[in-house]
């Protein structure tokens, strides 16, 4: 049985980590992990409640202000906007499990060199996603069976929501690295900020941009983006005490590590974009525009109602990570199976409301009522295996804290592409157009299947790492 204390090595590298940081690891390292999901979960469930009202805030508004077919076209365009989320969440996962193992060993050399390397890669991928995005977004939305005026509403959102690429990647990318550490709180608060002045600039310059509302929707999450990136870069310039931002440059040794895990929730977002690809074009298809509303209504709480069970899971991401990295195998399991059981409660808050009070739901988003009450059976079938989603979240994120990028990779590939894509195409041309909305659920049910037996194995052989060699960074 591996040592489930931390030795005095590991104890003693990390004396000249001082202050609060080193406070927050001897929690992480010390508190009950009842105690830990709820300091770390609540305020990283919130602040990412926050961070999904920008989309959802642009199609409210929009819905309102401009009518059904504005919220249609700001739904459409959000698949596209994953391709921010995939590099943020793949540089900011895997710098965030590199951190937090880092820390759990006492390794502040490696601390030292994250956030350079972080944002090197940040500007590299936001300079090509901007670009790119202002191009070809016309013929991604063809991709995803857009048409007339929704489409032309679209185009004109993503041009400028592409142009904050770059903050939006950092200001997100930097906040798990913050969450890494185990500093909820902070990262909340700076969330909070930019999604208040999304809210607050939403109307404002929707209506004093006139006949241009829909780039007034788009200027106004850019504007909140590039503040809160502001705030997070002067935050770790100015008062950070253990993640500094060093020279800026590509470390071989630490992108490898960072890519190892991230790739895995990269692909969890950019496959999203592919999911959420099909299942707009196959409405479409089977239903035509006003099918297409539905859908657009559906995943826009789907969307929303996923936000908390990733916040929670950064709230399991550093508990992990540090003992893990400490050598704690016994609190990781504790930890995790707590976390199953909070994460499919969580789940509950967001599952009720789908099945119970569905046509309310749909109102929300401006559907009319003929929509919504021929869509009141449709999305039951969607929401329907969701309660089990928190399960499915915590599995992925507790191997990419461990940093098993293979099994959560594993996990991913499966879900998104392997079995995922096939059913969407396939499924409605077997079983007729309703089978659309079971297709995904069916999926997922397998999926959480699968992926518990492999947390169950994982946990009955898990031993503590071996030290993790770095090389020196590049010059």
């Known amino acids: 049985m591996p040592d489930s204390t931390p030795s005095a090595k590991q104890h003693n590298s990390f004396v000249k980590v001082k202050g609060m940081k080193q406070t927050m690891r001897d929690q992480l390292l010390t508190k009950t992990p009842f105690s830990l999901m709820l300091q770390l979960s609540i305020p990283a469930v919130l602040g990412m409640m926050v961070i999904g009202l920008y989309p959802l805030m642009d199609g409210v508004f929009a819905g309102h202000l401009i009518g059904e077919t504005a919220m249609a076209a700001c739904s459409v365009a959000i698949p596209l906007t994953f391709f921010n989320n995939g590099v943020a969440t793949l540089i900011g996962v895997g710098s965030a499990s590199v951190l937090s193992r880092a820390l759990g060993r006492g390794d502040q050399e490696t ?102 509302a829909i780039e007034g929707a788009a200027t106004a999450s850019v504007v909140a983006q590039m503040i809160q990136a502001g705030v997070t870069l002067y935050y770790f310039m100015a008062h950070s005490e253990t993640v500094k931002i060093g020279r800026v440059r590509r470390d071989r040794a630490l992108s490898k590590a960072m890519f190892g895990v991230g790739v895995s929730a990269m692909i969890m977002q950019v496959f999203f974009l592919v999911q959420q690809t099909l299942l707009y074009r196959q409405a479409f298809v089977y239903g035509g525009e006003a099918n297409a509303i539905l859908m657009a209504a559906a995943l826009r709480y789907y969307g929303f109602s996923f936000i908390p069970l990733w916040g929670m899971s950064q709230g399991l991401q550093p508990i992990i990570g540090t003992n893990f990295g400490a050598g704690r195998i016994d609190r990781v399991k504790e930890t995790m199976w707590l976390f199953m059981i909070g994460g499919t409660l969580l789940a509950t808050l967001f599952w009720v409301p789908a099945e119970v009070f569905t046509s309310s739901l749909l109102s929300l988003f401006n559907v009319n009522d003929t929509i919504a009450q021929q869509g009141v059976v449709p999305v039951r079938l969607f929401f329907s295996v969701f309660i089990f989603y928190g399960i499915m979240i915590m599995t992925l994120t507790y191997f990419q804290a461990i940093g098993d990028g293979k099994r959560a990779g594993i996990i991913v590939m499966l879900r998104q592409l392997i079995l995922l894509v096939p059913a969407l195409l396939f499924i409605p041309v077997i079983f007729g157009a309703g089978s659309l909305w079971w297709a995904q659920p069916l999926v997922d049910a397998v999926m959480i299947a699968v992926g518990c037996v492999m947390l169950v194995k994982s946990l009955a052989t898990l031993q503590a790492p071996s030290a993790e060699v770095t090389s020196t960074p590049e010059a």
């Open 111 to 212: 601390v030292d060199r994250v956030m350079g390397n972080l944002i090197f890669w940040v500007v590299l991928f936001s300079s090509v996603i901007t670009v790119a995005g202002i191009l070809f977004c016309p013929y991604f939305l063809d991709l995803l069976g857009a048409t007339g005026d929704i489409k032309a509403l679209a185009v004109r959102y993503l041009r400028v929501f592409f142009l904050g690429s770059l903050f939006v990647n950092f200001a997100q990318a930097a906040n798990m690295v913050m969450r890494g550490e185990g500093l909820m709180k902070r990262a909340m608060f700076i969330m909070v900020l930019g999604a208040v002045l999304n809210i607050l600039l939403d109307p404002i310059l929707m209506l004093s941009f006139g006949d241009y």
